[in-house]
Each structure stands twice: as structure tokens, then as C-alpha cells.
């Protein structure tokens, strides 16, 4: 169906008013059908032809030229609101699919599951699958889901969960359409700001990324967003989880590269939590895992789930459907195997620990053949990101995505745009944990400048999403009295009491001043601004709160840990 901006006063649900209210489909001038109450565009057609206005957009007072009270009345009680009353608060939304066809996308993944199946390397998981009813082909490693497997897997799997820092306070709620952004992840290099290249992170970049990220307030988690080169491969993954931990406070979406560090990112945890119950009871981290397109879960992959719902850790699905290469080339047939794959996941998570926290997540991405690469930027990626989000709520679970990222080399116009779009239309979508500020080229380098930069993007489309409420403005005749009698309302009680919370502004990394006053304070680019409140934020960076004897256990099993691998002191460290 066309795209629909939605706005809903409680959220989307499975029976959203724009799936219910279409009613039956009937032709247009193109020829294809279009729900009924919706023009030729796809947009909602309200009584008497006035604007497009969402069907559930509550209406207090319109305009009518005749001045009918009871023509007023009629057209707001068919809007969904009392006559000259204050409405309430709608949420913008955005929907994609209708439940029609998230219904047909569910029932061919589930015969893609119950025929084809997954190629599963785990022998663990082959004889835990295999006694709860998965047909399961040992030569061929080759699992086939019946339908009562999967259902059974779905009554179980946690609705909502939330994330903790590491002083136990609540930092994420993933549930229903609430938006929590974190940076992109597992990028190989840094965006150096002075050579303007991109180069090999080092320790010392990753300790200033964790600085930075616990100065930025729409960044609800940190992300272990990328991978020092100064350590030795095999402790590479659990030394980002260390740095995370030892410098800052926000839960950490993280992901373990081999089956055995996993234990040591365990151990890191519970050092911090105190116990397993403890850690189960306020989870620190989301591990990703990811199957391998199309229809296959390695070893390695399906151990870390296993590990991550024994110990209650929560994890994030990253299914990678790649439209014309390792995917159907449409945006359908991406979503059958996405959903194919997810829903495995799901269904093995829940074998394991019913209950078991978990994010429906992924990273497709459209394929362009031209230059043989997968732009996380194009707006067929968002589209796929944001319907398989669409899915995931269909069937009541919360939702991660790598979106609001960019294919650009340098913090430049390209680079913004496709932040802005992706970041605006996740927050519309509801996605509760979107992955991709700070991202660059691809999903390979990370950039500090470019991450205060997503950071008031991501201010800008939080704000989005808290829409239009009234606040005292009715009635609205004293507030005009006063804006005639003063010639402005700069110092009015009203102003004053609700512009924080009307509007949002920006750091200076965006510019709103006008020419003049730029040039006085420098003339500076955007590089210029986002390299200076780097270091500010740098500069003001504040210690974690971490007890230090909590800090020294971290620091004893890094050591002991990169010992195991050779190296025979850890790199050093800013302070």
C-alpha cells in the first residue's frame, strides 16, 4: 500500500484505524485498487472534501463558512472529538503495510520455515529443536519448523523488556512505539578529524567515543561502535565491552565475535551487577545476532544466542536480506526472508528460556548493482527497516533497526540527509532501539563529529514524535488580547512557562543564527562546529559513577584475559 503518516493517540496496534477504516478496495484511475476513503493519492479523504487529516486526529473547532453550530458539532463528532473541546494529544506515525499483507508476508515465511527450513550449525540447538517437534535433517544440518513450533515460541517471547546502566537505573523501555536511539556498531575505522581520512582505531579513540557518547542525551545506550586494532584479534570484541563499562554509565548494545568470549563478557557483567539474578533482573546489555543469508545460522551466532538467553541477556535478531543478491530483488520478497529468519530466531531463543528478552531487529539493505554495494542510506534500506518493524509489532514484540546511518566518506550534505531521513522515519515507525548515529561508509567508520550531529538529529525527530498538544491555549482570546496590548509575547507567562517544552533547540552544531552574527562568532562549517563541541564535551566529561573496586575487577579480567592472547599489558588509557 502507499505509505500512510499515521497519528494515534495510544500507539499502533494490530487493528491500527487506518487498516480498519480503509474498508474495501476499489479501483482508481491506474487501475490498481485503493482502500476506500482514501483519494488518488493514498491520502485519507475526509468529510466534505477538506483537507487529508488522519481518521484518528481528534478535531475540537473548524472553520465552517455557514457558522452552524450544529453543523460544527456534526463534523466534529465525526472526526472523534466533542465540539469545542481541547483534543488530545496524537502520536505521528508512519505505516507501510496493511494487515493484509503483513498477514500474507507472515504465512509465506512460515511455509518457507515449514518446508525449506534453516540450516543450522549448532549441535546443541539441532537437540533442543529436534524434542520440541523441528523436523531436523542431521546430514544436512537442515531444520524444518512446523507451524505449532513457531506459535509456541511466539506466545512465549517477552512483549517489552527495559535496559540498565550500570548503577542499576533504568535507561531504555522498549515497548510499544517509545524511540531510543544508539550509535551504529562494529565499524573497522575512525574518521580522523584532524586528516580529514580514515584510518585504524586505537584505544584511545574508543575511550573518547565512550566519553563522548555519555555527554549526548538522545543517545540512550552506548554501542561498542568500533574495533581497536591495538589488541590482539581474539580479545578484540570483549576489550570493547571492557572500555564501555570502565568509562561510561549507558547500557551497551555490544555482540561477541567467537563462542569463547563470550564467558569473559559475561564475567565483565556480573561484575558489574553482582550476580546472574541480578543481571538477568536489570539487563546491562543487547547482544546482536545474526544469521547468515539466505536461511543459515552459523556456530558461532547460534552459541552466543544460546549463551545470551541461558544467562537472561537480551539480544537484537539481525537478519541481512541483501534485495537482488542474497535476497529477492523486491522489497516483499526481502520482508518473506527477513521475517523467515527472524521468526527462527525467535523460536530458538524462546526453546532456550522462555521469556527470554529480544529485540526483532535487522540490517538489509538495498543492493546497487551499479557499484556492487549495500547503501544503508537508500530509502528502499529505511523502507525495509521500518516495515519488518511493522511486522515485528503485528506480533506484539519490540523492535531494534540499523537505520539513521550514512554511505558518505566525510561528514558532508550527503551525510545529513541520509541520517535525517532514515532517523525521522524510524521515529515515526516507533522502532524502540535504532541503531546508526555516527555511522559512515557503509556501516564500516565511525566519526565523533558526525555523532554530535546525530545527536541533535536525533533530538530533532524525538521532538517529532511528541506532535501537537494544547498547552493553556485555550481559550485562545486572552493570549491575543495580550499579544495586541504588549506588540509581543517574548516575556509572556504563557511563553515562558511552556517554551522548553514546546519547542526543541538544537546544540550549536546546528546553525540558526543569521549571517551576520555566523560571521562574528567565526564563520565556522559544520566540521569546524562538530570538531569544537567534540572537544568541549570531551573537556567536560565527567568519571563514571562505577565503585572502583568494581572498576579494578573489570581492569583484572581484561588483564588476565589479554594475557590468555599474548599481550602482556593492556594498551594505555586516557584518564
Not at 472523534?80 to 515465511?109: F, N, T, W, Y
Request: proline residues 7%; contains cysteine.
Amino acid at each position: 500500500m502507499p505509505p500512510r503518516l499515521r497519528a494515534s493517540g495510544d500507539g499502533r496496534a494490530r487493528g491500527h484505524p487506518l487498516s480498519a477504516a480503509a474498508g474495501a478496495p476499489k479501483r482508481n484511475g491506474t487501475g490498481r485498487a485503493r482502500p476506500r476513503g482514501l483519494d488518488a493519492r493514498g491520502r485519507l479523504r475526509p468529510p466534505g472534501g477538506h483537507s487529508p487529516r488522519p481518521a484518528s486526529c481528534p478535531l475540537s473547532k473548524r472553520w465552517h463558512p455557514s457558522g452552524s453550530g450544529a453543523r460544527l458539532a456534526a463534523l466534529a463528532g465525526r472526526w472523534g472529538a466533542p465540539a469545542g473541546k481541547g483534543g488530545q494529544r496524537v502520536r505521528p506515525g508512519l505505516r507501510l503495510l496493511d494487515d493484509s499483507l503483513i498477514g500474507r508476508i507472515l504465512d509465506e515465511a512460515r511455509e518457507i520455515l515449514a518446508k525449506l527450513g534453516m540450516e543450522i550449525h549448532n549441535e546443541g540447538l539441532l537437540d533442543r529443536l529436534a524434542a520440541h517437534g523441528a523436523a531436523v535433517d542431521r546430514a544436512t544440518r537442515r531444520v524444518r519448523f512446523p507451524a505449532s513450533v513457531i506459535d509456541r515460541g511466539l506466545q512465549t517471547a517477552a512483549p517489552a523488556f527495559k535496559l540498565y546502566d550500570v548503577l542499576g537505573e533504568e535507561a531504555c523501555d522498549f515497548a510499544g512505539d517509545k524511540v531510543h536511539f544508539t550509535p551504529g556498531s562494529a565499524a573497522i575505522n575512525v574518521l580522523d578529524a584532524h586528516s580529514g581520512e580514515m584510518r585504524p582505531p586505537t584505544t584511545v579513540d574508543y575511550v573518547d567515543f565512550v566519553k563522548l557518547v555519555s555527554r549526548l542525551p538522545h543517545l540512550a545506550s552506548q554501542a561498542t561502535a568500533f574495533i581497536p586494532a591495538d589488541v590482539p584479534e581474539g580479545v578484540s570484541d570483549s576489550y570493547r565491552l571492557f572500555l564501555s563499562l570502565l568509562y561510561g554509565e549507558k547500557p551497551v548494545v555490544t555482540g561477541a565475535f567467537t563462542i569463547a568470549s563470550f564467558a569473559l563478557m559475561r564475567d565483565l557483567q556480573l561484575a558489574v551487577r553482582g550476580s546472574a539474578a541480578a543481571l538477568a533482573a536489570k539487563p546491562l546489555t543487547v547482544f546482536s545476532v545474526c544469521p547468515t543469508a539466505p536461511l543459515k545460522w552459523s556456530d558461532v551466532t547460534s552459541q552466543n544466542l544460546v549463551d545470551c538467553a541461558e544467562l537472561g541477556v537480551p539480544v537484537e535478531y539481525i537478519s541481512m536480506p541483501l534485495t537482488g543478491f542474497m535476497s529477492p530483488v523486491t522489497l516483499v520478497g526481502a520482508l518473506v526472508q527477513h521475517t523467515a529468519e527472524t521468526l527462527s530466531g525467535v523460536v530458538m531463543t524462546q526453546l532456550v528460556r522462555p521469556g527470554a528478552p529480544a529485540l526483532y531487529g535487522g540490517s538489509p539493505a538495498a543492493f546497487d548493482l551499479r557499484y556492487e554495494t549495500t547503501p544503508m542510506g537508500a530509502v528502499e534500506t529505511q523502507m525495509i527497516d521500518c516495515a519488518y518493524c511493522e511486522i515485528g509489532k503485528y506480533l506484539g514484540l519490540p523492535t531494534q533497526a540499523y537505520i539513521g546511518l550514512s554511505d558518505a566518506k566525510r561528514l558532508d550534505a550527503q551525510a545529513g540527509a541520509e541520517t535525517a531521513m532514515g532517523a525521522t522515519l524510524a521515529a515515526l515507525a516507533g522502532i524502540n532501539n535504532v541503531s546508526g548515529p555516527g555511522m559512515l561508509d557503509f556501516e564500516s567508520c565511525q566519526s565523533l563529529e558526525k555523532l554530535v550531529l546525530d545527536n541533535e538529529l536525533c533530538g530533532l525527530a524525538l521532538r517529532l514524535t511528541r506532535g501537537i498538544e494544547p498547552r493553556e491555549d485555550f481559550p485562545a482570546l486572552p493570549r491575543f488580547e495580550e499579544l495586541l496590548a504588549e506588540g509581543h509575547l517574548l516575556i509572556s507567562t504563557h511563553t515562558r512557562r511552556h517554551l522548553r517544552a514546546e519547542h526543541y533547540f538544537p546544540g550549536p552544531v546546528i546553525d540558526r543564527a543569521n549571517r551576520s552574527r555566523w560571521r562574528e562568532e567565526g564563520g565556522l562549517s559544520l566540521d569546524a562546529r562538530a570538531r569544537r563541541e567534540v572537544a568541549a564535551h570531551l573537556a567536560a566529561y565527567a568519571p563514571s559513577r562505577l565503585p572502583q573496586e568494581t572498576k579494578a575487577e573489570l581492569i583484572r579480567l581484561m588483564t588476565a584475559e589479554a594475557a590468555r592472547f599474548g599481550l602482556a599489558r593492556l594498551p594505555e588509557r586516557p584518564a
